[in-house]
């Protein structure tokens, strides 16, 4: 079955530390890739996506991704994370340009001041 | 059209009684999606409609469940006998064409406690 999986559940950084979160996939065809982020009280928002071509993807807030296929995995990188970019991050598959998006389990990260 | 507007907000209900939920898309979007999410999950695929045809529905979507879009605007979400498993965050998500297709636009959801 296809799957994703968020190897970290809970994260803690300090401000100004460096963010990477795991997102692996399970399917062999073609995906697309996104990261939504769930900030406290809010909505699931769309942070980046990728479709095709260059594999390293930028989103908003500074955030950004690479697609590495060989790995089957779409890791979400930030340089220095701020405490406002404490929320929960989804990633999630679009397997065979299906409209269904499958979901990881998400990871909450809590940054300090 | 500010989003994707979910209604009620939150919804408590006695185990077996019906509920009904509905979901206000984004204007132009064509495609609407029903997902359901739990505490540390991530959301669960559910349904989708592009205008008024369901196409696509999750095993997850048994029996008790049925999902309407009659005029491809707004859908509505109707549990029957609702059991305490059912207890769950409902999102509604909608998308249009081009190349935003695929990245959804979600509302805040339902939660729904069965009692």
């Known amino acids: 079955a296809q799957s994703v999986s968020q190897h970290n559940h809970h994260v803690i950084l300090s401000e100004a530390a460096s963010l990477e979160l795991g997102c692996n996939y399970s399917y062999g065809g073609t995906v697309n890739l996104f990261w939504y982020v769930q900030y406290p009280g809010q909505h699931l928002q769309l942070l980046l996506k990728?479709?095709?071509?260059?594999?390293l993807v930028k989103g908003i807030k500074g955030f950004e991704a690479e697609f590495i296929k060989s790995k089957f995995s779409f890791n979400l990188r930030k340089p220095s994370v701020q405490w406002s970019d404490t929320a929960e991050y989804f990633c999630a598959v679009n397997p065979d340009s299906s409209y269904k998006l499958i979901f990881g389990s998400g990871t909450r990260l809590l940054v300090r001041p | 059209d500010t989003g994707v507007s979910q209604d009620p907000r939150h919804k408590i209900t006695k185990r077996g009684q019906n509920v009904t939920f509905r979901c206000d898309p984004i204007s132009e979007h064509n495609r609407l999606y029903w997902y359901r999410q739990t505490l540390g999950q991530g959301p669960e695929f559910l349904t989708y409609?592009?205008?008024?045809?369901?196409?696509?529905k999750s095993r997850l979507l048994s029996d008790r469940f049925s999902a309407e879009r009659p005029k491809g605007s707004f859908s509505t979400l109707e549990i029957q006998r609702t059991e305490q498993g059912d207890s769950a965050m409902y999102l509604c998500?909608?998308?249009?064409?081009?190349?935003?297709?695929?990245?959804?636009?979600f509302g805040s959801g339902t939660r729904l406690t069965v009692v």
């Open positions: 409609f592009q205008n008024e045809a369901q196409l696509e």
């Open positions: 990728y479709f095709s071509g260059d594999p």
């Open positions: 998500a909608s998308s249009g064409l081009g190349d935003s297709d695929y990245g959804y636009t």
